[in-house]
């Protein structure tokens, strides 16, 4: 029998974001009407202050009003040189919830190469190579996002994720095609440069739509 799920309610939190929400609200729908729906990447670009952190928790509400697990990360300026910080804190709900054994399976063969790079095996000796390492995420989120659907993942201010997260992003946003998860990015436009930028262009681009460039809102009048 078909799981019926309540549409999400709108939100009056939000002004002069409707366009945005109702894209939200449509990629949630996608997302939830089956299990074998083709994933869908959204990226929210917009300077300091014009609310793409409030975006991300209207996605989060509306989601979870819809019965998705959704789990999140943020970059940060100070940790951008952490390997991996924005990817670890994303699956930290998965990983903390695992036992070891079945950490173990759902790396598969991936274990001893992504598992050091998650925090849950030994790095052992010897430097892993970064592309491995990078599949091996990819084949993991996809084993988690189908054991966990309708799983969306946010990720907020992505300008300062680290270059390794923006590379498997990058990777795992190619391959959404044939797998049902939602994939929320906000970032500000400018912020980085070099391979850290042209890993967060490769992921706008493996979105394939374009980019939700967030306008400054209008100054609330006052009541007459
Ligand atoms: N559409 C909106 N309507 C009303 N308040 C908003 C809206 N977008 C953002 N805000 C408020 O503006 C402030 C900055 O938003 P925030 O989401 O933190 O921006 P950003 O993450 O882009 O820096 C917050 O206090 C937030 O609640
Ligand atoms: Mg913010």
């Known amino acids: 029998m078909t799981e019926v ?3 999400a309610a709108p939100s009056a939190a939000l002004w002069e974001r409707d366009e945005e929400l109702a894209a939200i609200a ?6 939830c009407a089956d299990r074998h729906s083709p994933g869908t990447l959204l990226v929210l670009r917009g300077e300091a202050g014009l609310g793409k952190t409030a975006l991300l928790a209207e996605t989060r ?3 979870e009003q819809r019965g998705c697990t959704v789990w999140s990360a943020r970059g940060g300026e100070t940790l951008r040189t952490v ?8 699956l930290q709900p ?3 919830s695992m036992l070891p054994e079945e950490a173990r399976e759902y790396l598969g063969d991936w274990y001893g190469i992504a598992g050091p790079a998650l925090g849950i095996a030994d790095p052992g000796d010897g430097q892993a190579d970064p592309q491995g390492v990078c599949e091996g995420l990819v084949a993991a ?3 988690l996002a189908r054991r966990d659907w309708p799983l969306v993942l946010l990720i907020d201010d992505a300008h300062w994720a680290d270059q390794e997260t923006l590379y498997w992003l990058a990777a ?4 959404l095609a044939d797998l049902s998860v939602l994939v929320v990015v906000a970032r500000r436009p400018g912020e980085i440069t070099g ?4 890993h967060l262009d490769a992921v706008a681009e493996a979105a394939g739509r374009p980019v939700t460039s967030l306008s400054a809102l209008t100054p609330r009048r006052r009541p007459d």
Do not use: C, G, K, M
């Open 5 to 7: 799920r309540p549409p």
């Open 26 to 31: 449509e990629a949630v729908d996608v997302l």
């Open 61 to 63: 509400r509306i989601a």
């Open 83 to 90: 390997p991996f910080n924005v990817v670890r804190q994303l």
């Open 94 to 96: 998965a990983l903390v």
């Open 141 to 143: 989120v996809r084993r």
């Open 172 to 175: 795992f946003a190619e391959r």
């Open 195 to 198: 391979v850290s930028a042209r």
